[in-house]
């Protein structure tokens, strides 16, 4: 089993899971396990037929130690095994998605973690061995600044060298505005592989509208990767949701060795792409949504540009039963973006027992591979077990599309939450 591509977990994550709970006798236990098995039949374009037979397990923990206020640890990983064909090279796998101690100032003054974790602020979405810590300096002013060995980098000097540190200050006004400046950078082997500086913001403004939006400028491109607004207008019981994103893929996606692979490929391409448009919903009562969305799509250099038009309507009952359908028109310059498409789902609860289902169908304009449409469907049951602690659901999926003559998948899963 390999650890997030190869990369082994730190003795000292392994040292504090191992000895945690003999440091600390009082504790709350939040335990969670999510185990999936699918059963897939692929018939692939050339004749080629693939059984495959994958078991998923993900773990998660919560261990928090009621005789200091505010200590916790928490954890979260998965692991797979193929049970019959295999679609990747080994057998096995698995990843530590996180491990880390935090502390939370029962004040909620500042706030330490240490380990394997995400960072999620400003221009920097990552996922690092190290610390992270935030503070309010001054009622209105919060910093937050992290430092460790970044997770996504490729490995192409070995790991010595590779760095991460990145910061945040925010001025807040609470139900007025808050406005933050971020920064970022990844170092590969000592040398500069990212560096990302940034802005956002979220304004309150009269009659309960709402601005919110961010920019980000690439340090070493010297170039603007990133805006992205989009203003809340409520109105009676309607809402207006106009929004606009404008993207340079050679500055907001990194082509260098630290960068992922598809998107430090296409970073070489130097497209730049906008998007705009508004969706509007109503609400006619409380249990009901009906809304439609406009989106135009520009891309400057490989698929020309596109226009979607959908409308959706959404009818709950109570919290968990849910039923809903969408309809709509993509009308592009490329064949594959011309096309009609409609959506209906259900989830329905009967207690103790469950049923989901989903369909969608798309009607090509012209075909594509010979095949002027595709189509999925999906069902599926479950049962609830142990008040709601214990779920478990079976469905079955069928899809056929321009790309897979057909595509038959089972799923057996199963949710328990120790301690519910």
Not at 226 to 235: F, G, L, M, V, W
Not at 286 to 314: P, Q
């Amino acid at each position: 089993m390999t650890f997030y591509r190869g990369r082994a977990i730190p003795f000292w994550v392994l040292a504090l899971l191992m000895a945690w709970p003999s440091l600390a006798p009082a504790m709350e236990l939040g335990l969670s396990s999510d185990t999936i098995v699918r059963h897939l039949e692929r018939d692939e374009r050339g004749g080629q037929t693939r059984s495959l037979l994958p078991a998923y397990e993900f773990l998660r923990l919560d261990y928090g130690n009621i005789r200091t206020p505010g200590l916790s640890l928490h954890a979260y990983g998965w692991g797979r095994a193929n049970l019959r064909d295999n679609y990747a090279t080994n057998t096995t796998a698995g990843e530590l998605l996180y491990a880390y101690l935090e502390y939370l100032d029962p004040n909620r003054d500042w706030q330490v973690r240490l380990g394997r974790q995400y960072v999620f602020e400003g221009v920097t979405r990552e996922s690092l061995d190290g610390a992270y810590v935030k503070t309010d300096i001054i009622p209105t002013v919060t910093v937050s600044a992290y430092a460790g060995s970044p997770l996504n980098l490729e490995d192409t000097a070995g790991r010595r060298g590779d760095s991460i540190v990145g910061a945040r200050v925010v001025h807040a006004l609470p139900g007025r505005y808050d406005v933050g400046v971020s920064y970022k950078r990844t170092a590969n082997n000592g040398t500069a592989d990212e560096e990302l500086l940034g802005t956002d913001v979220s304004l309150l403004l009269p009659a309960n509208m709402t601005l919110l939006g961010h920019s980000t400028f690439n340090l070493i491109t010297h170039g603007f990767g990133e805006h992205s607004y989009e203003a809340r207008i409520p109105i009676a019981a309607f809402e207006l949701r106009p929004f606009i994103q404008k993207y340079r893929y050679a500055d907001y996606l990194n082509g260098r060795a630290g960068g992922a692979k598809p998107f430090r490929f296409v970073s070489q391409l130097g497209d730049k792409v906008t998007i705009a448009g508004c969706e509007v919903f109503w609400y006619p009562a409380e249990n009901i949504e009906v809304g439609g969305r406009y989106k135009h799509y520009e891309y400057d250099r490989r698929f020309g540009s596109a226009d979607m038009y959908t409308a959706l309507a959404t009818v709950r009952r109570r919290i968990f039963s849910e039923i809903g359908a969408e309809v709509g028109r993509v009308d592009g310059d490329r064949a594959e973006n011309r096309y009609y498409l409609g959506r209906a789902y259900a989830y329905w609860d009967i207690a103790p027992f469950f049923v989901t289902g989903d369909v969608m169908y798309v009607s090509y304009d012209e075909e594509i591979y010979g095949k002027g449409s595709a189509f999925f469907a999906s069902a599926g049951m479950g049962r609830k077990f142990f008040d709601r602690a214990l779920n478990v659901k079976l469905s079955l999926d069928f899809s056929r599309d321009p790309y897979f003559d057909k595509d038959y998948r089972g799923t057996l899963a199963a949710s328990y939450q120790f301690g519910k």
